[in-house]
């Protein structure tokens, strides 16, 4: 078999759509400028805490701003896994050292650092940047060890391909890694959202990790809100909260998640 026929015959496995290596770049380099705006607008609510008769507007405003913290964990998160699932699988030598370590993070509660990473973001009054900093270790290990998983599943004549037209660095990552790992960054993204709504209801409730603190120095949320509402004993705007929660969790995960892993099979080997 001449090398040309060779050539075609790899390019035609790994002929992924270039809307995918887009839609990556979008993930992970997310507009600066919505970001640094994002954190402006949370900065501006670090400590308003909700009036006692919650109404559909300020329900919506808290699950907003929860949703603005999530999204900043999870850009974050991304963009951090992806290089150390690149670290681990880099040799042999690389995944006995680091694999380990991982595991052993990802097995400490999360909450275990909540109480020194609120009096580090406190001291500096970066009450939401507290909340996403625990959001985004909520969440970076689904991302990590997901990945990992799906660098290992690559079949070798896949990564052969690479070799063959000289792909080096960042260009192998774009043609080859990133588009083979895409389904599991799905599914990986999939578990630390559930993770990071999971965590979301006490990460914006400052106020029980400081000392001597109250309830003003909480952050406005749909997290903090429920538990307000619930030590208020607010039936009516527990419930209200609850079923905005709801709402929105089934929304992004109708129109979101759902679509992406279906748009992922795409990419999955036989």
Known sequence: MSTRHVGTHHRRMVSYPRSLVQSVYTLLFF?????????LLLRGFASVVPAE????GTVLLALGLTFIRLLIAYLFAVAFAIPLALLVTE??????????VFDIMQSVPVLAFFPVIIVFFVHYGLYSSAAVFILFLSMLWNIVFSLV??????????????????????AYIKEI???????????????????????????EVLHVYIPGAT?????????????????????????????ALVTAVA????????????????????
């Open 251 to 270: 929304l992004i995960n109708f129109f979101v998640w759902q679509r992406l892993l279906k748009y992922a099979e795409r990419f999955r080997f036989e």
């Open 31 to 39: 507009p600066l400028a919505a970001v640094l705006i994002a954190a």
């Open 91 to 100: 040799s042999a030598w690389a995944e006995r050292v680091f694999l380990p």
């Open 177 to 203: 890694l990133l588009p083979s790992v895409f389904p599991y960054l799905v599914t990986g993204s999939l578990l630390a959202w559930a993770q990071g709504w999971n965590i979301v209801i006490v990460a």
């Open 215 to 243: 309830a003003t120095s909480d952050i406005v949320g749909i997290g903090s809100m429920l538990v307000h509402a619930s030590a208020a004993g607010q039936t009516q705007a527990f419930l209200l909260a609850i079923a």
């Open 149 to 170: 998983g799906g660098l290992h599943s690559i079949p070798t004549d896949i990564k052969s391909v690479g070799e063959l037209f000289g792909l080096r660095k960042f």
């Open 53 to 56: 008769q919650l109404s559909l």
